[in-house]
Structures are given as C-alpha cells and as structure tokens.
C-alpha cells in the first residue's frame, strides 16, 4: 500500500527539515571576470615618494556563494597586467621602471592562485588568503596575499587589498634616476581594488 506523505505523517516533518537545509545552505559557483581595475604601485626615492598606477588588468575566477550570499571558496583565480600599463607622472620614470622589469622580455606581471582560505568579515564581506605563484621581470616566487571581497547586489564582487613586495626577492635592481643621484627604495607597495563581473 502506497504511503502518502502528508503534515500528519512521522516522517513528513523531518524530511521537510532537510530540503529547507538544502535550500538554505546550497552553494552556487559562478565564473567572475574583472570589469573595472585601479592598481596603484607605490614606493619611496632618496627625493620623494612616488606611485605608478593602471587601470588596465585581467582577473578571473569561480567563488561560490552560499544561499545567503556569503563567498564560501575561490578556484582557478588568475591575475595579469601589462606592465607597459604601469604609468606614473614622468615618462622618464616609466622608462626606468619597464627597464627594471625587463619589459622587453616580460611584458607580462601574472599571479597564479595554487590555494585559497576564506573567513567570514564585518558587513558581508569575506577575507581571501591566496597562496600563488607571482611572476615579475622573469622571475617567479611564491606569494601570500591577502583580499576583501565582498559581493554585490548587482552580481558583481568587490575585491580589495595591499601588499609589499621586494624588489631584490625577484632579482631587480631598483631604478635610480638623475644619473644615479636619485635612488629608490628596495620595497614597493601593490595596493588593488577590483570590480569583478559574473560572466
């Protein structure tokens, strides 16, 4: 005899329970490509701290959202930039810098993500530790960095974050300007805030 699940039936109720569970904590994946970029290069000189900045990047990857719209994970997250983009208020100091990272036999700054942790943050946003490979003048080490992200309501995720860099861990010599009278420090700041786009 066929049972019929109905609200007086024992075993209505708790199979209920779990397709709401189901419901509530499903996770989706999406694709999220970069659609606006600001990055900002920063560092000191024996005269005064400067920046070079580009607005032209490409970044992707897959984050999963649970049904609250919390990022529960992050696969496959890629980053590149020209680093022709790179431009500062000085062309000579644009043409010390390409020199510097060897632009003519790597034109391209990459950072391939190999893991990632993310932890929950204040007002829906989620902290992503990235462990990846960072590619810059032809020389490759492992890098550690760290992001906000938050999602939007526009199907968009904000990304954003600081980190420093050294330029002797990637074999670079720091540009020096004036015939040699100015230096530049060996350390250098990568500030990022992305808008990524569900593609």
């Known amino acids: 005899m066929k049972r019929t699940l109905i609200p007086g039936n024992r075993r209505f109720w708790p199979l209920l329970f779990f397709f709401l569970c189901i419901g509530l904590f499903s996770v989706a994946q999406s694709r999220y490509a970069g659609s606006t970029v600001d990055l900002i290069v920063s ?5 005064h701290d400067w920046n070079m900045k580009s607005v032209k990047a490409d970044c992707s990857g897959v984050f999963s959202l649970n049904g609250a719209g919390q990022i529960t994970a992050v696969e496959g997250l890629v980053f590149s930039t020209p680093a022709t ?4 208020e000085h062309t000579s100091m644009d043409n010390n810098a390409y020199k510097a990272l060897k632009t003519d036999r790597n034109p391209v700054i990459v950072y391939t993500v190999t893991s990632v942790s993310v932890a929950a943050a204040n007002g829906g946003a989620t902290l992503v530790t990235c462990n990846g490979k960072l ?5 490759t080490r492992d890098e550690q960095i760290v992001a906000l992200c938050k999602p939007n309501g526009d199907n968009t995720i904000s990304v954003s974050g600081t980190e420093k860099i050294s330029m002797k861990d990637f074999s670079i010599e720091a540009p020096t300007f004036m015939l040699g009278t100015i230096k530049t420090g060996n350390d250098i700041t990568l500030s990022f805030a992305l808008q990524l786009k569900r593609s």
């Open 43 to 47: 560092g000191t000189s024996t005269l």
């Open 85 to 88: 983009a790179l431009k500062s």
């Open 135 to 139: 590619s810059i003048a032809g020389a």
